[in-house]
């Protein structure tokens, strides 16, 4: 039979160099079709542990399994194996500079899709949808070089889901966004999870976690697991989340809806205009 479960993560954890700790005994398991926030302040270790996550490093301590198979590095020296994972795990990094190389955007949503050996049809399709999702159309011959912020953002992202992976890495997905994009992109993210496919992102912007989790996976400032539970649950604990650094003081409820406030974005807003 084959698994639900797409994480399986024991004892997990890495320090960088050997030296500085950045997980420490992780154990969390991530089921098919989840949608998984992880919450935490700066330097918990979130963005470490989405890397694990993405097979690009590898755990000093405990192991990390994808399906029911080892994520170790001498996995990926397997080429089917590498084949494999690539094609169903798909990562949008925080820096989008660190995901664009190609000379040109419409290049750049290509890459991935040329490695996958689909038919034209397939290609072509892909594509228009996710120019059409993201509304880049007007950057298709631009390099990614001199595009804003947002805007490297976006084909980063379009990139990512023009491969319609199975699995769905974010790290901080929001960031340098403009309010509508944001819309878009948590539009995009629970369409992408609706379809069945399991969405994990890491994030310090609490307006969002409510819009594209039904779970929550908190890392204390200790860089270890504090607590995982239903998204609702979680951001309503406001004395748990103050505790943690997450937020600075008061929440409030719009129709059943919490909006939780951190000190230093008072007027960041994703609502619909």
Do not use: W
Request: charged fraction near 25%; hydrophobic fraction near 40%; include cysteine.
């Amino acid at each position: 039979m084959l698994t639900d479960i797409v994480y399986e993560i024991k004892g997990l954890s890495y320090s960088y160099l050997g030296r500085f700790p950045a997980l420490n005994k992780i154990g969390l398991e991530i089921k098919k079709g989840e949608a998984v926030v992880l919450l935490g302040a700066n330097g918990s270790g979130k963005s470490t542990l989405l890397m694990v996550m993405a097979g690009l490093i590898f755990p000093t301590e405990g192991a990390t399994k994808f399906l029911e198979k080892d994520l170790r590095e001498e996995s990926f020296a397997d080429a089917a194996f590498q084949r494999f994972f690539r094609s169903r795990v798909g990562i949008v990094f925080q820096n989008s500079d660190a995901q664009l190389f190609n000379s040109n955007v419409t290049d750049e949503l290509l890459f991935g899709l040329v490695q996958l050996g689909l038919p034209q049809e397939e290609v072509d399709r892909r594509m228009n949808k996710y120019i059409s999702l993201m509304d880049i159309g007007h950057l298709r011959a631009r390099h990614p070089q001199y595009l804003s912020i947002g805007e490297k953002k976006k084909v980063a992202i379009a990139s990512v889901l023009v491969m319609e992976p199975d699995v769905l890495l974010l790290d901080e997905p929001t960031a340098g966004l403009d309010p509508r994009t944001c819309r878009h992109l948590i539009d995009s993210i629970n369409s992408f999870n609706r379809e069945g496919r399991t969405v994990i992102a890491s994030t310090q912007d609490i307006h969002i976690v409510s819009e594209i989790s039904k779970r929550v996976v908190v890392l204390g400032e200790d860089k270890g697991l504090v607590r995982t539970g239903p998204t609702e649950e979680i951001m309503e604990d406001t004395a748990f989340l103050e505790q943690h650094n997450l937020v600075h003081v008061h929440a409030h409820k719009h129709k059943d809806v919490t909006h939780v406030h951190p000190h230093e974005h008072p007027s960041h807003d994703h609502s619909h205009q």
